[in-house]
């Protein structure tokens, strides 16, 4: 009897830990308008979700071997935080979704790590892991920095299985 309610306190511990905090579904609220605004090109809405000074660093493979780490200011005219999806590309063009999303929110404070994939055209152009850094004020959440990996041949390994955890949902 004990094994079984140990079981049972178990299981009802991790169905309570997966249920999202209002933090984290309106962080990943946050998360799901970003993948929106990158789809649509909708600049403006990127806009209302980020801080002003947001940076993004990106690690990608370098043509020489290895890879390289790129540093810049998330330009404020550009709906697009991935060079992959640069202004001048039509935004029908680009396509970028993420699953199994990890939140850790301390305070104002929080960080989602997700993987992800990125299409342009239709096609698959890479996958990667998305780290947002946000910060809540005036009782909003707002991306402060994003980081994101560009990987051409990691998509096998990292799609999910179920495709009823990707989001934003289409």
């Given at each position: 009897v004990s094994l079984a309610l140990a079981a049972l306190v178990a299981g009802a511990g991790s169905a309570l830990a997966q249920a999202p905090s209002a933090d984290e579904a309106a962080i990943l609220g946050v998360i799901d308008q970003f993948m929106r605004a990158v789809t649509?090109?909708?600049?403006?809405?990127?806009?209302?979700?980020?801080?002003?000074?947001?940076?993004?660093?990106?690690?990608?493979?370098?043509?020489?071997?290895?890879?390289?780490?790129?540093?810049?200011?998330?330009?404020?005219?550009?709906p697009a935080a991935t060079s992959a999806a640069p202004s001048s590309a039509p935004a029908s063009a680009v396509r970028e979704r993420y699953?199994?999303?990890?939140?850790?929110?301390?305070?104002s404070l929080a960080v989602v790590w997700t993987p992800y994939e990125f299409w342009r055209d239709g096609k698959t152009s890479h996958c990667g892991v998305?780290?947002?850094?946000?910060?809540k004020q005036a009782g909003a959440w707002k991306i402060g920095n994003v980081m994101y990996t560009v990987e051409p041949d990691a998509c096998p390994a990292m799609r999910p299985k179920d495709p009823?955890?990707?989001?934003p949902a289409p």
């Open positions: 649509s090109g909708d600049a403006a809405a990127m806009a209302r979700i980020r801080l002003e000074g947001t940076t993004t660093t990106i690690e990608r493979p370098d043509p020489a071997g290895g890879t390289v780490m790129q540093r810049r200011p998330f330009p404020a005219d550009t699953w199994d999303p990890v939140v850790h929110v301390r305070g998305d780290v947002f850094e946000l910060t009823g955890r990707v989001r």
